[in-house]
Structures are given as structure tokens and as C-alpha cells.
């Protein structure tokens, strides 16, 4: 693997483990609370808000209208959530799939008249992993730092409302590093991995669990020229069902 490889390969895993870093916490109280769709939903906002600011070229021209604009979308997204939780908690992951399918639409609908929206349409879905710069995550990481640190001195904030707006915040700055498949896929997958598990070492799994999946990943798209996001997904996915399926077996024995 040469030097020019390297320095593509490198801030790209780094991106991954600052994503790994919040999404592995979050995804687990995704779980606990039942609402699996939550992630697509807010990362599907998250989106719109970004299309929206390169649709329009005044808008566009604002600062760091690519950074506050796809957070508001995503805040206020994950504020209308918030409030169907508590009067409709029943419904709540059917209206939280609603949200997705018409934000979907909604940014399809937008697309649809600009030659280059496929194109778009597909960066923002796939993520462009390995085309992210060392400058790029000089935010993140400040951000998910601010976050982890508040986790670990008040976990509890997890259990109330303020979940939904760490959640969005991390969202929004995750969509634009890896794309709405990889957040999801890293939400999801690493927690459902340890899911039957207890103990205080859960959580290093879960970590162990994407770390495999985004070096597999990387290596396989550098190595074959497959689409770095795709190759991500698929390997987080086979690292999850080997662990789960490993990890049953030990507690068998």
C-alpha cells in the first residue's frame, strides 16, 4: 500500500472512529427505547437541509451554511419526534418511518429538475468516506468530544428529552463525513452485535465490532475500486453477525 494510498486511507478511519465514537453509545439507547428508525429519520432531514442550501445559490453563499442549516433541519426534526413521543409514544416508530419516507420524497421532488440532483441525491445517501479531509474533522471531533464527555459525567441525560438533541446534533455532523447509510449502519449494527450481552465490557465490543467493519471496509474498497461507503456497510454488517454468532456460542459453553 503506498504513501498516496495512505494519506486517503488514513483521515477516512479516522472519520470512522468518530463516528464509532458517539454512534455506538447512541445506537444502544436507540435500541433500548424501541425507535430503530430514528437514525434514517434524522439523517434523512439532516440531508434535505443540505439540499436545500445547494439548491439555492444566496443561500448558499452564507457561513458555514453547510454545517447550521442540514442542524436545523435535523433539530427540528428531532424536536417534532421528541413531542410524538410523549403524546403518542404507541405510534411513535410508525410516524418516525413517516418522517423518513416523506423527507425522502420531499428531497427527491426537489432533485428532480436539477441535472446534476442524482448525483447529489446518491453523495449524500453513500457518503463520500474517502474524500474526507483532516480539516474536516477538526469540528467533529470538538463536538463529539463536548458530547461523550457530557454522556460520561451525566449518562442520564440519555433517558430524557436532551437525548433527541445530542442525537441530532451528532446526526447532522455525521451525514456529512460518511452519508445516511453508514450512519445508520453504524448505529445499528455494532448495538445489535452485543445486544444479548451484559457486563462492563459491552461497550468494547461494540467498539471492537465497527472498528473491524471500517478497516475491512476501507481495505476491500481500496483494494478492489469498490464504492467505499457500500463496502463499509456490507463489512460492518458481516462483522456484527460473526460476533453475534461467536458470541452465542460462548455463552452456550
Known sequence: MDYELLTILLPA???GILVLSTHVVLGKQVLKRGIIFIDLAIAQIAALGAIVVRMDHDIA??????????????????GIIALLAKHM???????????YVLSAVTAMLLLSNDPHGAELLKQLMSGQILWVSW?????????????LALIFYKPKILDGAAFYLLFAVVIT???ELVGVYLVFSTLILPALAINKLQGKRVLLWAYS????????????SASFDLPSGAAIVATLALSAVVFRLVSKVGLKR
Open 135 to 147: 480539516q474536516q474533522l477538526l469540528l467533529p471531533t470538538i463536538v463529539y468530544s463536548t458530547i
Open 13 to 15: 478511519f479516522a472519520a
Open 61 to 78: 453563499e452564507l457561513a458555514y451554511v453547510s454545517i447550521w442549516m442540514p442542524a436545523l433541519f435535523a433539530l427540528a426534526g428531532a
Open 173 to 175: 455532523l455525521s451525514v
Open 89 to 99: 409514544a404507541e405510534e411513535l416508530e410508525a410516524m418516525i418511518g413517516c418522517f
Open 209 to 220: 465490532v465497527g472498528l473491524v467493519g471500517y478497516l475491512l471496509g476501507l481495505y476491500l
